[in-house]
């Protein structure tokens, strides 16, 4: 069932992207956000709804709102931060913005699986609701940049970025995806603690926080590709040993590797795709999304065909970490930004 959501989710995202790049371009960055968070708070009421009902409507309804999400906040995120990013201090300012998000991935497991143990898995989502509706105000203290969209043209395609570029993103979002959501059902599968989950969660997020500011001084310092190239090996060696990692106490260590060498990478390759849509505009933008898209459809399609014909999970989450070892190394491919593009 979770493969089937997210695979629906996937195609969704893949036919919305352009005209939610579109709005945003009319609208600005800011009413882009403000959307997405809205359709957040409605998918996880739809949740909610399944949860209580088990009605497989609220289901579907989750995975359109899931796609409109994404697709409005992720297209706007793009657009506001290419728009505004200092070229020079750009690998720091963006491992800023990270850290700030794993300063809540240690605060969120702890809180999050405290309400689901001792409230319920309905009270756990009532929280999160609440906690989207309040990113909702800062949106009016934007600057300028994400209230006025400049009108540039754009068409559906993938004509422009790079082949590479697309090639590179759609395994950066194969290798992430296995990494920040497949990871998670793997741990809810072979640990069923939310109380254990949430300390893996933490100590990870922990171990990221390290890394990504480290990262992002040297990203600052010009040594973007070499970042690139450490993380990715490290990544690519982490996803390996997952395949034999049975024990709880290596899950941990395993899972604070990852994520620690996961935001090594995510740092530099984030750096250089901003750099890029800075360079080239909205066009870049929409071009890789729908490589990100496809990679989405890709991989749910894959984890879809394998919980439908291999029994054992352990196999399947197996095979899903080869692919992620093997899905790291194409993120090298993106063009380094002191090349000539074209």
């Given at each position: ?8 989710y ?8 352009y ?8 609208r ?10 809205t359709f ?16 497989l ?5 989750a995975g ?8 409005f906040?992720w ?16 690998s720091s ?5 990270e850290i700030y ?24 989502l009532?929280?999160?609701i609440i ?6 105000r ?7 940049l994400?209230?006025v969209?400049e ?6 395609g993938l004509?422009g970025?790079?082949?590479?570029d697309l ?7 194969i ?17 069923a603690?939310f ?15 390290v890394?990504?500011?480290i990262?992002?001084?040297r ?7 070499s970042?690139?190239r450490q993380?990715?090996?490290a ?14 106490s290596a ?9 620690a ?10 750096s250089t795709y901003y750099?890029?849509a800075?360079d080239?505009g909205?066009?870049y ?5 729908i ?7 890709t991989?749910?399609g ?5 919980v439908?014909?291999i029994s ?29 593009r074209y």
């Open positions: 069932m979770i493969g089937l959501f997210y695979l629906l996937a195609c969704i995202k893949l036919c919305i992207n005209p939610l790049m579109r709005i945003i371009q009319i600005g960055a800011h009413f882009g956000l403000g959307a997405g968070f957040s708070i409605l998918e996880i009421a739809s949740i909610l709804g399944y949860s209580h009902y088990s009605g409507v609220f289901l579907i309804f359109v709102f899931l796609a409109f999400t994404n697709g906040v297209n706007a995120q793009h657009f506001f931060i290419s728009r505004n990013m200092d070229s020079t201090t750009k300012s963006i491992a800023s913005i998000g794993r300063v809540f991935d240690i605060v969120g497991p702890i809180m999050g699986g405290f309400i689901g143990v001792e409230f319920g898995v309905g009270w756990l009532a929280a999160a906690c989207i509706a309040a990113t909702v800062p949106l009016t203290k934007m600057t300028s994400a209230l969209a009108p540039v043209h754009i068409r559906y004509h970025a790079p082949k590479r090639v590179a993103n759609f395994c950066f979002n290798e992430t995806t296995i990494g920040t959501m497949i990871w998670p059902i793997y741990l809810a599968v072979v640990i603690s109380k254990y989950i949430g300390g893996i969660a933490a100590i990870a997020a922990v171990a990221a926080i890394t990504t500011w990262a992002g001084r990203g600052d310092r010009g040594k973007d590709r970042v690139l993380g990715v090996t990544s690519s060696i982490v996803d390996v040993l997952r395949t034999i990692t049975v024990a709880s899950i941990t260590v395993i899972g604070a590797a990852y994520q060498t996961l935001a090594y990478f995510i740092n530099p390759w984030t750099q890029h800075q080239e909205p066009q933008i929409i071009s890789m999304e490589a990100c898209d496809l990679a989405y459809v991989l749910w894959l984890f879809f065909i394998l439908t014909t054992d999970a352990r196999v399947i989450f197996n095979i899903i970490f080869l692919v992620a070892a093997g899905a790291a190394w194409g993120c090298l491919l993106i063009t380094h930004q002191t090349r000539k």
